[in-house]
């Protein structure tokens, strides 16, 4: 199984402020094919499903606001929020799927300062 | 609009069974592969299961398989998990989510998901 390491647990940043999130994959998830990184990014906000901001490591979904970013390939990856807002609030997970089973990082709490 | 709702989450005792379904809408559910993905309290995410469109293909994580069963409708726009022998660490809310579907290509990114039903194994 692909285990995915996420850092840090957590993280409290300043409003407007940059948060950045890693996650490291066991072995690596990019596909040579076509040369893409099966590499989700969701947001999960309290009570709520998860939603998701980035796929590919990089491409952000439909919606998504342009302070959402992914970046990395291989087995290391990062999401960073360039300016944190209130609504930002939540958890992060990254995922792969990359092969079965499908596995999630333990998840990132951001909060504001 | 695309919607996601699971039912059929309880209390149960440790051995029980317990049948989750998800009823679909708002898209064309027989071209979706689908999937179970559950959350304990507090704690993260965990792929549980996937069905392929047709039903004929099925995959489990380790920690469910020979206890779980995947299975679809496709006629009725449902996606079931029937959960034998539970444990107490199956305690969590079940989701459905779907695939997304690039040109009929399938790809395990779960764009939309329902509330989730929650179950809880205890004595």
């Known amino acids: 199984d692909i285990v995915m390491t996420q850092s840090p647990d957590s993280l409290a940043v300043s409003l407007g402020e940059r948060a950045t999130i890693n996650c490291k994959s066991s072995?690596?998830?990019?596909?040579?094919?076509?040369?893409?990184?099966?590499l989700i990014w969701y947001q999960q906000k309290a009570g709520q499903p998860p939603k998701v901001l980035i796929y590919?490591?990089?491409t952000r979904e439909s919606g998504v606001p342009d302070r959402f970013s992914g970046s990395g390939s291989g087995t290391d990856f990062t999401l960073t929020i360039s300016s944190l807002q209130a609504e930002d609030v939540a958890v992060y997970y990254c995922?792969?799927?990359?092969?079965?089973?499908?596995?999630f990082g333990g998840g990132t709490k951001v909060e504001i300062k | 609009e695309v919607q996601l709702l699971e039912s059929g989450g309880d209390l149960v005792q440790p051995g029980g069974s317990l049948r989750l379904s998800c009823a679909a809408s708002?898209?064309?559910?027989?071209?979706?592969?689908m999937s179970w993905v559950r959350q304990a309290p507090g704690k993260g995410l965990e792929w549980v299961s996937s069905i392929a469109t047709s039903g004929d293909d099925t995959f489990y994580a380790g920690s469910v398989k020979g206890r779980f069963t995947i299975s679809r409708d496709n006629s009725r726009s449902t996606l079931y998990l029937q959960m034998n022998s539970l444990i107490v660490d199956d305690t969590a809310i079940y989701y459905c989510?779907?695939?997304?579907?690039?040109?009929?290509?399938?790809?395990?990114?779960?764009?939309?998901w329902g509330r989730g039903t929650l179950v809880t194994v205890s004595s």
């Open positions: 072995q690596s998830v990019l596909k040579s094919p076509n040369k893409k990184n099966y």
């Open positions: 590919w490591a990089s």
């Open positions: 708002g898209f064309n559910f027989g071209t979706y592969v």
């Open positions: 989510a779907k695939y997304r579907n690039d040109g009929g290509s399938h790809y395990a990114i779960f764009d939309y």
């Open positions: 995922q792969q799927h990359y092969n079965s089973p499908l596995t």
